[in-house]
């Protein structure tokens, strides 16, 4: 039986370093190639040497899909291709292939520069990585060799996010990568088509997770952030680079233009000046909103939000700054956090998630002394507020997808055990499909039960159409016809033709049958009484009586003998072909069960 | 060759095809008189050697129309081509003229149908069926009366349900629904013919396998539903199945289906499949659409989420759940935002706020309870209103509104939802979602927290969004006198933000006060600034934003008696002051000491208004004694009319549109009088001139007056129209009568007359209907007199109009039920400022202008504004259509901006700015009324029946300007 294997070798109940292998059709596809932003050693990146030791991937591997720019789905990348090795094709998405090199360098110099790791990527790899990057489009059926297929669908999540289907022949796979189901003020819905995948690997980040409307945080954060820019106070975003700080950056930029506000808005420098290049050009990737609105003004030439520089931070007077990073452990954040914290007119607002041991997490977590470098305290008199502005789909907007997607079976990646247990259990129970959840290294296999096509002749299929009424396309429907298999092809012929082709003869079956009956009268009258017996029986068909004695129903023959020593037994002889083996038999019983006694 | 051949075959058919959709849209228009059409295309056709030359041919013929009397012959020609005609295309082409001709208007097509239907049995190409079909349904739609033929092509279309091709099915669908019988038949010889089922053949094609079938199949029980079959309960479990179809068309036209099977049958009862229990079926039904809501084609939930709004039956539990999404994280239950404020407010504890994790989860969820994607309506508007397309969320907050209306708590229950878009992304979208909680205000009370949110959009910078909140908050209901004081300090800042806002702002707190009376009571020391021990200083008059506080204050006042006792002196002066400057907002206060200036409760109003309508109906009543009057009397009687009309108007707001009207209406009559007084044609000759100035400036006036008359007024029934044309042929008589004898020779003379008799033609033929109620007129005269008029010389003519004219009597206006005159005011410009707008002359600077438009038809095309420059040069400006707003039935509001320009000026001049009603009486309403006129006036020149103009319909405002010369 063909079947589809897929081994996560990270992602696999877990959040980070998602790379998935699937083997489908007899290809092997690497989705996604990422790093763990929690660990400084060997297993940030996949282990590769599960696909092969110490040789390269290339003749392993036919593709390489990345779904979207975020370091856990690509950040191993050039240690892959460059360092382990493969030549193949890598896919993703335009603005993916623009940022990808970009935030994979400023990863590098962290690691490289910052922390002094030797053995580490260079620049010259990640260049040499991404010219083995082929940009997909989307909804673009890109043939990858002969048989395999890939197709790109929206996916919401960042910029360039992309789903992707995965086809070999009949069987196809569709990996979400991350994806988010509800709009945002920058980039739109998850959308797929029911293309109805054997497998479909989905994330499950909050799978256990059903989050309220979108408006009540937003309404919030801007709230928070308008009082205190009324009451003069300052008030610190710290956010990572990408995704959120855009979104943040376009709340913020169109109230400002809403309410008429006058406080400045900053944005620390860095990497996003180069990002928000991107996101001005790629605006088909965007929302409606932003999309029909580019040709008046583009959304992402911010208006009000300025570059920031160090001195402003002492600036009087309210204003609004972004950050990075996003957890204040360190940089820019940090410094201008310790600057502001001791008025309780300001504020900081903390967008993500932060990690134990930042100062993030301790002012999250209410401590109001913090201890700095060099025996320093610092009070935190500042206001601090927490507003989660995620992208991704909760557990609602995952069966969502896989209502539209409505695959034969799911798997679930890129989440906690256990909260995917609960997802599985639901998925199982509403949509009665098959649900796997394997641990990195573990394999999954699904059996397919992929269609076998075969080409019709269509002089056949116009005679079977003609038959009866048209076909309903949810069913399937029996017709007669000759399969030949042959030169590696399947041919379904009319069974005439496919005795031409063989240069066979047709052999006729006939079945005969005897049936014995009492009846005194004459043969000739027993002749008359069952024709008009058939006749009364059998109104559908065409019953003849032929002039040398014998009944024609439709091809059958019934004839009537007498022997001679009891006249009265009389011997009814039918015959008929194979074709009309039911009606024969049904005749055949019928008789049997005898005439009926004619009064005359 | 036979490759080249099959080319060209194709080249051919993608022409047709093209050339048909663009020949399909002025087939309509058929009319033209050019007689032996058929001959001559007859002769064409011959010539044709090749498809494509006929094709040439057939696409000229069907440029121009066919009349009615050669149409059988056309097609007659048409049919023994096609007999011939071995090329599909030209066959296609055929057969969509037959059907474009059957359409021909007086045109009976019985006589066609059997040719239409014997071409088609022997027909092999599936466009030419297709094609054919479609003529088929032209022809059986022009004949609904005809039984037999319809059945015949029911049958026709039954036949052909089995074709290969999706396009000939489709078009047997179509035909089906549009013709299909819907009721049995009545008459013996029909019921021997075999009656289709025609639901049944239909619904046996939701299966399909062609997705473009499956919705034809749909849309044409969609049809028969439209025609007033009743459609099967037994569909609906059809229906049901393909609202998961693949193709968008399918689902979108199943949800139609769904919905209205759900408003046919919306008490049956329906079983749950999986369990064994059953529910109403619009209930079942509008989960299913709810379901919709979040379907992978925005097309689609467009649709779902508009039909949600019309189910009206759903019950309450439904309703509710489609605004329930159950929050849940990590498993346990959270609490909405929504909830969470709704539990502050009820605690008593306001906005504790900045609790870390306030919004931590509570309880443990347990699994197996929890649905992830609920069958039923779970969520269906929360996922609606956040979704990514404006069209979705604006059809949902629609259907919010027309639901909110009918159920209250429904209403309650959507509000947090409905304030909640106030921060859409889109401006339309919270437009419309202010618009909506303004509709369903009545049945809700705002909490604190609720109308803080409001309240925050009112620093918006769009003015829209602002004048739409004030509205709001004009019509809301609040819970606490913090609320008050809350609305009136937003107010306040929003008014110092935008000082433009100022009306609209004083109107929204004038209602605020009157609302909430007993919530204004106890603020009232605090919003004046009184001090029980110590003097105030005395605010400033002018301020803005403490007559905004007045307003508040004094119209809470008015329903609460005990408020005055509160005021400090001045407040008593500026109450005075404000009741005359600003009377509209301030109401009539029963302040201790002073005496109630009018008494004007409302039953005093009621009694007033009736007694004034009384008044005008008998000093109307009193005008028509005058044919027995000396002509002294007579003018004197309208003059004093005329006057007591004027003042009524004044008086009486209500009446105003009427009193006017009328006092204009004898206003002319009166001018009329003027002009044909004896005296004056008595004189001698020499004398003409004068009394030929003076008759001429009268009937100019009245020719003025009929069309504001005609044009200003909306409410006129054709009865007042014809009566106004009435007086202008009138003055036109006279007019023609002036001409006559002053100018010398006839040949000018002679145009003058003619073109007089059209026009009395032309009245003639308009107000056929209402020529009973002309008895002893002018026009009734002349009507019987007109085939000696057309036969006579000008100069007879003259004659015969100056005694009909003066013999004529005097006709009775009925008023109609409402009148209203059109009328407008500019707010912006003030013409108060005294600083001049300066700008170099020959740029351009732009003038804000911002007016209310009372009662204009139509103002997109109607309304101009006019500048006239110091110098008499007058612009005259169209603004554009997305210059008006509707703010409610029978109001515009015009905001534009204006561009003047102009050489330099010495010093700064004022310019004056109005706004103009342009009208064209070829537009008039009589055109409205009879569309047939247009066709046969073909004779006249149509130039000479439209007049245009415009009458001008606002005060006009002065502005200063002051054109700088360059600097170079």
Same mark, same amino acid.
């Given at each position: ?14 959040v980070?370093?998602s ?39 290339t ?31 890598i ?69 360039g ?9 009949l069987?196809?796979v569709?990996?979400?990568?991350d ?5 945002d ?67 913020l ?35 409606q909103?932003?999309?029909?609105t ?14 920031f ?33 001791g ?15 930042t ?10 002394k ?22 991704h ?14 695959p ?51 002089s056949?299929l ?114 008929w072909s ?23 | 060759m ?44 011959c010539?044709?050697?090749t ?7 057939l696409?000229?013929f ?55 239907i ?16 479609d ?13 037999t ?13 089995? =074709?290969? /091709?999706?396009? !000939? &099915?489709?078009?047997?669908?179509? *035909? @089906? $629904?549009?013709?299909?019988? +819907?009721?049995?038949p ?9 009656l ?57 036209a ?40 979040? =379907?992978? /084609?925005?097309? !689609? &939930?467009?649709?779902?989420?508009? *039909? @949600? $709004?019309?189910?009206?039956? +759903?019950?309450?539990h ?191 707190l ?40 007045l307003?508040?204050?004094?119209n ?14 001045h ?5 005075a002051?404000l ?158 009568v002036?001409?006559?004898?002053t ?41 019987e ?54 700008f ?17 038809q ?40 204006v ?10 001049c ?5 706004l ?21 006036t073909d ?30």
């Open positions: 039986m063909p079947q589809i294997q897929v081994t996560p070798l990270g992602a696999g109940q877990d980070g370093r790379c998935i292998l699937v083997s489908i059709g007899g290809k092997n596809v690497m989705l996604d190639c990422g790093m763990h932003m929690g660990y400084n050693d060997d297993r940030r990146f996949p282990d590769f040497s599960y696909i092969t030791q110490n040789s390269r991937l003749e392993f591997l036919d593709c390489v899909i990345i779904s979207h720019f975020h370091l856990d789905h690509c950040g191993a990348l050039p240690y892959m291709s460059e360092m382990v090795g493969f030549d193949g094709p896919y993703m998405t335009h603005p993916t292939k623009a940022i990808c090199p970009i935030l994979l360098e400023d990863y590098r110099k962290i690691t490289v520069d910052k922390k002094g790791e030797t053995n580490f990527f260079t620049s010259q790899m990640i260049k040499d990585c991404m010219k083995k990057v082929v940009a997909v489009n989307l909804h673009q059926t890109v043939q990858v060799d002969d048989e395999l297929e890939i197709k790109a669908y929206y996916a919401g999540h960042v910029l996010a992309a789903m992707f289907q995965i086809k070999v022949g069987e196809s569709v990996y979400t990568g994806y988010n189901m509800t709009p003020r920058h980039l739109g819905a998850a959308w797929i088509d029911k293309c109805r995948p054997d497998i479909l690997i989905s994330e499950s980040t909050y799978a256990t997770t059903i989050r309220d409307s979108k408006r009540c945080r937003e309404r919030d954060f801007l709230k928070k952030v308008h009082e205190t820019v009324e009451r003069g106070g300052k008030v610190l975003i710290p956010v990572f680079a990408l995704g959120r700080a855009q979104e943040l950056c376009i709340l930029e169109t109230f400002w233009d809403r309410m008429n506000l006058k406080a400045p808005i900053y944005f620390s420098t860095g990497l996003t000046e180069k990002a928000n290049h991107y996101y001005k050009l790629f605006i088909t990737w965007t929302n909103k932003i999309r029909k580019f040709v008046q003004r583009n959304m992402f030439e911010f208006k009000h939000i300025k570059a520089d160090r001195s402003y931070a002492d600036n009087p007077g309210p204003m609004v700054v972004f950050a990075t990073p996003g957890m204040l452990h360190a940089g820019q954040s940090l410094h201008i956090f310790k600057k502001w914290a008025n309780e007119k300001n504020m900081v607002i903390m967008p993500g998630y932060c990690v134990q041991g100062v993030g997490h301790k002012i999250l977590s209410g401590q109001k913090l201890e700095m470098e060099g025996r320093q305290t610092l009070e935190v008199k500042m206001q601090v507020e927490y507003m989660s502005f995620s992208a789909a909760d557990a609602k907007g995952i069966m969502q997808l896989i209502r539209m997607a409505e034969r079976s799911v798997l679930l990646v890129h989440g906690e055990a256990k909260k995917m247990e609960f997802l599985k259990q639901k998925i199982e129970q509403e949509f009665n499909i098959n649900c796997f959840m394997p641990a990195n290294g573990e394999t999954a296999t699904t059996v397919t039960n992929p269609n076998v096509p075969v080409d019709i002749a269509l056949l116009k005679r079977e159409a003609a038959l009866g009424p048209l076909p309903d396309p949810k069913k399937p429907r029996t017709m007669h016809g000759t399969l030949i298999m042959k030169d590696n092809s399947l041919r379904l012929v009319a069974p005439e033709q496919a005795l031409k082709e063989l240069g066979l003869s047709e052999h006729q079956l006939r079945f005969t049958c005897r049936v014995q009956i009492q009846n005194p009268q004459s043969e000739q009258d027993t002749l008359n009484t069952i024709y008009s017996h058939l006749k009364s029986v059998l109104k559908e068909h065409s019953i003849q009586h032929l002039p040398d004695g014998t009944v024609m129903v439709e091809s059958i023959l019934i004839k009537v003998s007498a022997a001679a020593e009891e006249p009265s037994t009389k011997t009814l002889l039918v015959s194979y074709q009309d083996e039911e009606l024969g038999g049904y005749l055949c019983t019928l008789l049997r069960k005898g005439l009926p006694q004619s009064t005359g | 036979a490759a080249h051949l099959k080319k060209r075959v194709y080249e051919e058919f993608t022409k047709v095809v093209q050339q048909q959709q663009h020949e399909e849209a002025p087939a309509k228009k058929l009319r033209l008189t050019k007689p032996s059409k058929s001959a001559a295309l007859h002769i064409d056709l010539k044709a050697t498809p494509t030359d006929a094709l040439q041919y696409l000229q069907a440029r121009k129309p066919v009349e009615p009397e050669s149409v059988e012959g056309v097609v007659r020609i048409l049919l023994e081509h096609y007999y011939k005609e071995t090329d599909s295309s030209v066959r296609l082409k055929i057969a969509s003229l037959l059907g474009l001709l059957s359409k021909t208007q007086g045109f009976i097509p019985d006589c066609i149908v059997d040719d239409a014997n071409t088609l049995n022997n027909e092999k190409s599936h466009q030419v069926i297709a094609q054919l079909l003529t088929l349904l032209a022809i059986g739609t022009q004949l609904p009366e005809n039984q033929i319809r059945l015949r092509l029911v049958e026709v279309a039954c036949r052909h349900l089995t =074709d290969t /091709s999706f396009g !000939v &099915r489709n078009k047997c669908l179509q *035909l @089906l $629904g549009c013709l299909g019988s +819907v009721d049995k009545v008459s013996k010889e029909l019921e021997s013919m075999v289709k089922d025609v639901q049944k053949i239909i619904g046996d094609y939701f299966n399909d396998q062609d997705p473009r079938v499956r919705t034809a199949a749909i849309k044409a029980m969609l049809q028969l539903h439209e025609r007033g079959m009743k459609l099967q309960q037994t569909i609906y479990s059809q229906a049901c199945k393909l609202l998961s179809d693949d193709y968008e068309q399918v689902r979108s199943a949800v139609q289906m769904v919905w209205v099977l759900s408003q046919l049958y919306p008490e049956s009862i329906v079983p749950i499949p999986s369990s064994n229990e059953e529910i109403r079926l619009v209930d079942d039904a509008f989960g299913k659409i709810s379901h919709m809501v979040s =379907d992978g /084609s925005w097309v !689609v &939930r467009v649709q779902a989420a508009k *039909l @949600l $709004g019309s189910m009206h039956q +759903v019950s309450a439904f309703l509710e759940q489609t605004l329930d999404k159950k929050l849940m994280s990590d498993l346990r239950r959270k609490r909405t935002a929504h909830e969470r404020a709704k539990e502050l407010y009820s605690s008593g504890e306001f906005s504790s706020g900045r609790k870390w994790a306030d919004d931590a989860p509570k309880e443990k969820v347990d699994t197996y309870a929890v649905n992830l994607i609920d069958s039923g309506a779970c969520g269906a508007f929360v996922h609606g209103l956040e979704d990514e397309m404006f069209e979705v969320r604006i059809a949902a907050v629609e259907a919010l509104c027309t639901l909110a209306q009918s159920s209250s708590s429904f209403a309650e229950k959507c509000l947090d939802f409905l304030v909640d878009m106030f921060n859409d992304e889109i401006e339309e979208v919270r437009l419309q979602s202010i618009h909506v909680l303004r509709q369903i205000s009545n049945n809700i009370t705002l909490r604190e927290d609720q109308l803080d949110t409001v309240l925050a959009v009112l620093e918006d910078s769009s003015r829209d969004i602002r004048e739409a909140l004030h509205e709001l908050l004009c019509y809301t209901n609040v819970s606490t006198k913090e609320c008050i004081q809350l609305a009136l300090v937003e107010l306040l800042k929003n008014l110092t933000k935008y000082p433009t806002d100022r009306n609209s702002v004083w109107k929204c004038k209602f605020l006060g009157a609302r909430h009376p007993t919530l204004v009571l106890p603020l009232v020391p605090e919003l004046l600034s009184t001090h029980p021990y110590f003097d105030t200083p005395e605010p400033d008059m002018d301020d803005p934003a403490y007559i905004a506080v307003v508040l204050v004094f809470a006042a008015k329903s609460c008696p005990t408020m005055s006792a509160l005021f400090s002196d407040t008593f002066r500026h109450y002051y009741r005359d400057s600003l009377s509209h907002l301030v109401p009539p206060l029963r302040l201790p000491g002073r005496k109630l200036v009018s008494v004007s409760d409302s039953s005093g109003m009621a009694s007033s208004e009736e007694s004034s309508q009384q008044f005008l109906r008998q000093s109307l009543e009193r005008v028509y004694t005058i044919q027995h009057l000396e002509a002294q009397g007579a003018q004197e009687l309208l003059e004093f009319t005329i006057r007591d009309l004027q003042r009524l108007g004044e008086l009486q707001p209500e009446l105003a549109g009427a009193a006017e009207f009328s006092a204009t209406y004898l206003r002319c009559q009166l001018l009329l009088m003027k002009g044909l007084q004896e005296k004056l044609w008595n004189v001698a000759a020499p004398l003409y001139l004068k009394q030929n100035a003076m008759a001429s400036a009268a009937a100019r006036q009245i020719l003025e007056e009929t069309y504001k008359l005609e044009f200003l007024y909306s409410g006129l029934e054709t009865r007042q129209v014809a009566i106004v044309h009435h007086v202008r042929l009138q003055a036109k008589a006279l007019q023609l002036l001409n006559a004898r100018s010398r020779g006839v040949e000018p003379l002679l145009s003058i007359c003619e073109k007089f008799l059209q026009e009395v033609d032309a009245f003639q033929r308009c107000f056929v209907a209402e020529l009973t109620h002309f008895q002893d007129s002018f026009v009734e005269k002349l009507l007199l007109m085939p000696r008029l057309l036969a006579c010389k000008p100069l007879d003519l003259v004659k015969i109009l100056q005694t009909t004219l003066r013999q004529s009597g005097f006709l009775h206006l009925r008023l109609p039920e409402q009148l209203h005159r059109a009328t407008a005011t500019i707010i912006e410009p003030t013409g108060e400022s005294d600083n001049p707008l300066r170099t002359s020959g740029l351009v600077v732009a003038l804000d202008v911002d007016a209310t438009l009372e009662h204009v139509d103002p997109h095309n109607s309304v101009k504004v006019q500048v006239v420059y110091p110098d008499g040069q007058a612009h005259i400006i169209h603004p554009r259509p997305g210059d008006f707003r509707n703010p409610g039935p029978g109001r515009h509001r015009l905001i534009t901006q561009y003047l320009s102009h050489s330099a000026w010495t010093e700064p004022q310019i004056e700015v109005r103009l009603l342009a009208y064209s009486s070829s537009k008039s309403r009589t055109s409205i009324l009879k569309p047939a006129w247009n066709e046969s004779g006249l020149p149509a130039t000479e029946n439209s007049i245009e103009g415009t009458i001008p319909f606002s005060k006009s405002v002065k502005v200063f300007i002051m054109p700088k010369p360059t600097r170079r």
